[in-house]
């Protein structure tokens, strides 16, 4: 049996699904360290929110694909998108009783975080769905090119989740005060009528024939892009199961790990340093965050969509060009003292972060042939999510010690990073070797 071809308009509503899960949560995420500065919740303890989240993540994702598999594409999105809304809507009840004093700001953020579990572990069933899905009804030809453009969905609400959440904190409805507690109960709203469209519109899958496989997505995060890899297990064979610590991908697993953590960790504590360094309060320093935060997403997205196509650079000089750039990136940003200057150094951190990404992702798949490709991609997978547990943890609790630590000790072990890949490269010109 052939599935049918996947239509314009079953497209576009996968398209909105992904936006909207990914602009959802890194709208909620730019307004995080406000959240926590108002509810007077420790730096620490804001962090915790966001790693418990992603440590959920990566445990559910594989979970949810496999059942993706055996019962249908459907309904993995529906129950995805359910638990989106249903997160995010208690999020935003439980901080609007902490504004309102209704309960203690401790009591409320501990709650807030029990909304967040909701989502780490339902939230991670649609992506891997809605991939799948895609691969499945379209050919061959067209594969990497859909898939290419549904990823991309990912980087625009990593731009967009940032840019309006700032816009929709609300002020007093009767008694109440809404406040801060507006983004998270509004994006609820899109999440639900998102569940309402996919229900009425999307063709039930049950009982049709599985041709490919859906694969784990990375935690959509503020701190990066996706890398694609995704995209490769969904789609690759896989009948060679590769180790992490198969010497062929071993140095790139470690060096996607050290990278990884690189970058969550200074984009988890941007935006305190925001409200500390230009002394603003918490609701003063959502759009100046929201600034810093488009500008690094799209620094990013410009790599990877423009300078990278051009460049054409073999995965070592592409991580040894993002390594320099991120690595000098992250060091300004940590003695920044302006807005200009934070949102600047930000920016060419991500750069840099924009071209380590695909370097360590293009460089573990070459290591590796045709079939081990599903496997790499699995283990890329598995090393970006990793990073997004401890990452933020670390940041924070770095910047609460001294505020520009987690960016010195990012730019050190990035600079260290491109010294070893710098005379690995030196000592073994191919591209494909291990690092």
Same mark, same amino acid.
């Given at each position: ?6 239509? =314009? ?7 909105l ?19 926590g500065?108002?509810?007077?919740? $420790? =730096?620490?303890?804001? *962090?915790?929110?966001?790693s ?7 445990? #559910?994702?594989?979970?949810? #694909?496999?059942?993706? =598999?055996?019962?249908?594409?459907? *309904? ?32 409320a953020? /501990? ?12 939230? $991670? ?21 859909a ?5 991309? $969905? ?7 989740g940032?840019?309006?959440a ?10 109440v ?8 109960? @509004? ?5 639900? #009528? ?9 063709? &039930? ?5 599985? +041709?490919?496989? #859906? $694969? ?18 969904a789609?690759?064979?896989?009948? +060679?199961?590769?180790?992490?610590? =198969? ?10 790990l ?7 960790m ?9 409200? &500390? ?6 609701? &003063? ?12 997403a ?9 300078? @990278?196509? @051009?460049?054409?650079l ?8 993002? /390594? ?23 920016a ?12 360590f ?22 090393i ?8 933020p943890? @670390? ?13 010195v ?14 005379r ?9 070797? +291990?690092?």
């Open positions: 049996m052939t599935l049918p071809k996947i239509t =314009d308009r079953d497209f576009a509503l996968m398209f699904v992904m936006l909207t899960i990914a602009a959802g949560n890194t709208g909620l995420q730019s307004i995080l360290p406000a959240l500065r108002s509810l007077k919740v $420790a =730096d620490s303890g804001v *962090a915790a929110a966001f418990v989240s992603a440590l959920l993540w990566v445990i #559910a994702a594989p979970y949810w #694909a496999k059942r993706s =598999d055996q019962h249908g594409r459907r *309904a993995m999105i529906l129950l995805g998108m359910v638990g989106f809304a249903v997160s995010l809507g208690l999020c935003g009840l439980f901080l609007m009783a902490g504004i309102n004093g209704w309960i203690s700001g401790t009591l953020f /501990l709650l807030f975080i029990g909304g967040r579990l909701i989502y780490g572990t339902f939230g $991670a069933a649609a992506p891997p769905a809605v991939q799948a899905l895609i691969a499945g009804r379209t050919t061959r030809e067209e594969r990497t090119k898939l290419t453009l549904l990823g991309s $969905a990912f980087g625009l609400g990593t731009i967009l940032p840019a309006i700032p816009y929709l904190i609300l002020g007093w409805i009767g008694s005060h809404i406040g801060l507690a507006g983004p998270a109960l @509004i994006f609820s709203v899109f999440g639900a #009528a998102m569940v309402v469209t996919v229900y009425r519109m999307l063709p &039930d899958d049950r009982g049709q024939p599985i +041709e490919h496989a #859906a $694969a784990p997505n990375a935690y959509p995060s503020i701190a990066g892009q996706s890398s694609g890899a995704s995209i490769t297990a789609t690759a064979p896989s009948s +060679e199961q590769v180790k992490f610590t =198969d010497p062929r991908i071993r140095g790139w697993m470690i060096a996607g050290v990278m990884g953590h690189a970058q969550t200074t984009g988890q504590a941007i935006g305190f340093l925001v409200i &500390d360094r230009l002394g603003l309060s918490p609701i &003063d320093a959502l759009q100046p965050t929201g600034l810093v935060l488009i500008m690094g799209g620094a990013a997205l410009l790599a990877q969509w423009g300078i @990278i196509p @051009i460049l054409n073999d995965p070592r000089r592409l991580m040894l060009v993002g /390594l320099a750039i991120a690595a000098v990136g992250t060091v300004m940003t940590g003695i920044a003292t302006s807005l200009y200057g934070i949102a600047l150094s930000f060419l951190a991500s750069l840099g972060f924009g071209f380590t990404r695909p370097g992702t293009s460089g573990a798949s070459l290591a590796v042939g045709a079939e081990g490709q599903g496997s790499v991609a699995g283990k890329v997978t598995s970006n999510g990793a990073a997004y547990v401890l990452g943890s @670390i940041g924070v609790g770095l910047y609460e010690v001294f505020k520009p630590l987690p960016y000790v990012a730019g050190f072990a990035l600079a260290l990073l491109f010294i070893v890949a710098w690995q490269l030196k000592n073994s010109p191919d591209p494909g070797a +291990e690092i």
